[in-house]
């Protein structure tokens, strides 16, 4: 009986050439796999020579090649090899070089070909226990088996300072969501970018859920895939506000204008799904839980919004201060950040110091401050009465890793219609909105006063 070929021709031509993609990219990859890979495993002439010329320079320089090197290696270093294989060669890298993000399934790839690479090494090690088992000790096949099986392993220790020196000069893609608003995105490099947590600080009934319906709906517009999570509102409600928010129709004239709105929101290229949970019901695993699902149904978020994150219930069942477990619960979700490789923008309510705030700061944040250390960006709406009777209101940004930040912006909220527009700076600092608000509040005072006098004169009273 013939024995089958032991190469990856089984798993396709793509296949071999997104790996040796990975392995030229990824380093921490490339020392993995070179443990256990033999290159006749690549059954194209072509992905064998690319592959073998990384693995030359390597064992010549102790470093992995960069960009730059491998496109003299290319150039200087194939003139022995046949000139079709060349033009093969020189075509796969320049559509190498063409691609900046990883191949689709990158995990998969590594995965089935590193299982593939050690059980081959584990096989040759098991042939050769065989004789061993005749004329050696148990020891010596027991260590022939177990070095085997180390092979292969993951053996990323971490940046390496010196071998991974080019890497530090390799720029970092963001890959920024607009928020939708022009001096918002100018301040913070385009927006919130991947693996970063943002927090919209305002008080009850100030607007946070509106808020995060626009930063979603924005990036709806953009193309993107987004996932809003709301364990306050149903997800009826919230749907129903990004209709409001991206066609400009009032919420109570939804109904009226369904047909319009279908017609507006059909061809918009980005997708959105609405999960609902009840508050307090769902911790950072359950909404882990329900990523990884709507990834094996093909839906990878560019951004995920969490309303909001202070009605998250928290994982540990010890009596820890609140304080405690909103701090966890933050840092939880800037984890999720990094672990999804998107955005990640939550809400947070503040102490009673801000419901009737002209500007409000991070020290009226509700009980956690804390939970501000561990944030990418922070911004707080305030909206005085007399702001919510006149459809403003300001933006005042708290913190921002990426830019300037203590900057004051008046803001236009309708919220009839999820509306929401940031103006341009008026030059005001937070001291002066303070103390002009208090001047015309005590403005407003002594004229009451005096009406009050002038009333009290009127009817012959006092």
Not at 119 to 142: G, H, N
Not at 282 to 289: E, L
Not at 424 to 452: C, H, M, N, W
Request: glycine residues 6%.
């Amino acid at each position: 009986m013939e024995q089958e070929k032991e190469d990856f021709s089984k798993f396709g031509k793509s296949f071999q050439e997104d790996l040796c993609q990975l392995v030229l990219k990824d380093r921490p990859f490339a020392d993995q796999i070179f443990e256990v890979l033999d290159i006749n495993f690549l059954e194209l002439k072509h992905l064998q020579i690319f592959v073998k010329r990384i693995i030359s320079y390597r064992e010549k320089y102790g470093v992995h090649p960069t960009q730059k090197i491998m496109n003299s290696i290319i150039r200087t270093q194939l003139t022995n090899e046949n000139e079709s294989v060349q033009i093969r060669i020189r075509d796969y890298y320049a559509r190498v070089l063409s691609t900046e993000v990883e191949p689709e399934g990158a995990t998969y790839i590594k995965d089935v070909a590193l299982d593939f690479c050690k059980k081959q090494k584990l096989k040759e090690a098991l042939i050769k226990s065989v004789d061993l088992i005749k004329r050696s000790s148990f020891d010596e096949v027991s260590r022939v088996i177990n070095d085997a099986i180390k092979l292969g392993a993951d053996n990323n220790l971490g940046y390496e300072y010196l071998k991974d020196f080019e890497a530090r000069f390799i720029p970092r893609f963001r890959k920024p969501v607009t928020t939708g608003w022009k001096e918002i995105d100018d301040i913070s490099k385009g927006g919130l970018g991947s693996g970063e947590l943002g927090v919209v600080v305002a008080p009850t009934g100030a607007g946070k859920s509106m808020v995060l319906v626009h930063l979603g709906a924005q990036a709806l517009k953009d193309g993107k895939n987004v996932i809003h999570y709301t364990l306050e509102l149903g997800d009826t409600v919230v749907a129903c506000r990004y209709d409001s928010a991206i066609t400009g129709v009032e919420l109570k004239n939804l109904t009226v204008f369904k047909e319009k709105i279908y017609d507006e929101i059909k061809d918009i290229k980005g997708r959105l799904v609405v999960k609902e949970y009840p508050t307090r019901s769902a911790t950072i695993q359950t909404i882990k839980n329900h990523l990884e699902k709507m990834k094996i149904r093909g839906f990878e978020p560019d951004m995920i919004i969490v309303d909001y994150g202070d009605l998250i219930r928290p994982i540990s069942s010890r009596k820890d201060e609140k304080r405690h477990q909103l701090e966890t619960i933050y840092e939880e979700l800037r984890g999720l950040a990094q672990i999804c490789e998107c955005p990640v923008w939550t809400a947070s309510q503040t102490n009673r110091s801000g419901l009737n705030a002209e500007v409000i700061t991070m020290e009226s944040i509700s009980e956690a401050f804390n939970k501000c250390f561990v944030a990418d960006f922070i911004f707080s709406v305030s909206r005085t009465v007399k702001d919510k009777n006149t459809n403003g209101g300001r933006v005042f940004v708290a913190k921002n890793r990426n830019g300037p930040d203590g900057l004051v912006y008046p803001i236009f909220m309708d919220t009839s219609c999820v509306s929401i527009k940031v103006m341009p700076q008026t030059g005001d600092s937070v001291e002066d909105i303070v103390q002009k608000s208090a001047k015309e509040e005590l403005q407003s005072l002594k004229e009451r006063y005096k009406s009050f006098k002038k009333e009290k004169k009127k009817n012959g009273v006092g």
